[in-house]
């Protein structure tokens, strides 16, 4: 029935509450979970800026029978997508919304910068790069984990326009040896990037809580050569959407890394032999 998911953190509420709905009733339940959750927290409910998200299978999207439920005073629709922390979900967690949204401010600060492009040098170019296009680029990316490569080509492009940008290359230039040559990690393996790094904060006491609770290390039963090797348990998963999910994603990617980059002695050290490492495997070197 209703299944809530961790508060996370109290500074990112955004008048959301995660819960497995299945019918009116269990919004009704929702309603009354949600008003509690934000007198515990000490936060007011804000009727008017209330969304309702009702996640699902796209298989099962024709089964949804509520429409809207009762907060407070005001009857609130179900929206086919709802921001928090600043990202657009949808339905069925496709993240499409979200990447198209990035790609809209994305190109309009492309489009800006090369207008001004021939009055600056490469390194303020690459500059404002940074600032304007791969901060969106980076921002909460880890959530774009597992989606299909078609879903995350138009980011890829983003990319391989601010290469072009900075470097002056043409728009059919082959674009890879100007990644290489920025060492800029592809859009997937920036994602892989923070997950990883949030796995090595979270196991050092450097993360959130609700993080590190989803980060099991191994324990074996008896003694093995691989009981020191700083590995993670990963819980099982009947669907796709089940392995995007971080207590399953993160382990996948933690356990791939070689033992020198998990045992690292400090955040600046791992993230310097990360990025190495993925850019190799990136540019297969």
Known sequence: MLQPMSEGDRDNAHNSVA?????????????EYSAA???????KLNEGKTEVLNITSPYYKRFNLVQSIRVGGTSVAVS???????????????????ISSICKSSYFHLKNIRAIRKVLTRSETERLVHAFITSRLDLNNALLYGIPQSTLAPLQRIQNM??????????????????????????????????????????????????????????PQRSLRSSGDNLLCAPPTRSKAGDRAFHRAAPSLWNQLPADIRHSP??????SKLKTFLFRTAYSM
């Open 266 to 271: 400090s955040v600046f050290i791992f993230k």
């Open 37 to 43: 959750w934000m007198t515990v927290n000490k936060l």
């Open 80 to 98: 086919p997508t709802a921001r928090n922390i600043g990202v657009l979900f949808d339905s069925t967690l496709s993240m499409e919304q979200q």
């Open 19 to 31: 819960c497995s709905l299945r019918s009116e009733c269990d919004y009704c339940v929702m309603r």
């Open 162 to 219: 601010s290469a072009r940008l900075i470097t002056g290359a043409r728009k059919f230039d082959h674009v890879t040896p100007i990644l290489y040559d920025l060492h800029w990690l592809p859009v997937t393996h920036r994602i892989h990037y923070k997950i990883v790094l949030l796995v090595y904060k979270a196991l050092h006491g450097l993360g959130p809580s609700y993080i590190s609770d989803m980060v099991v290390v191994h324990q």
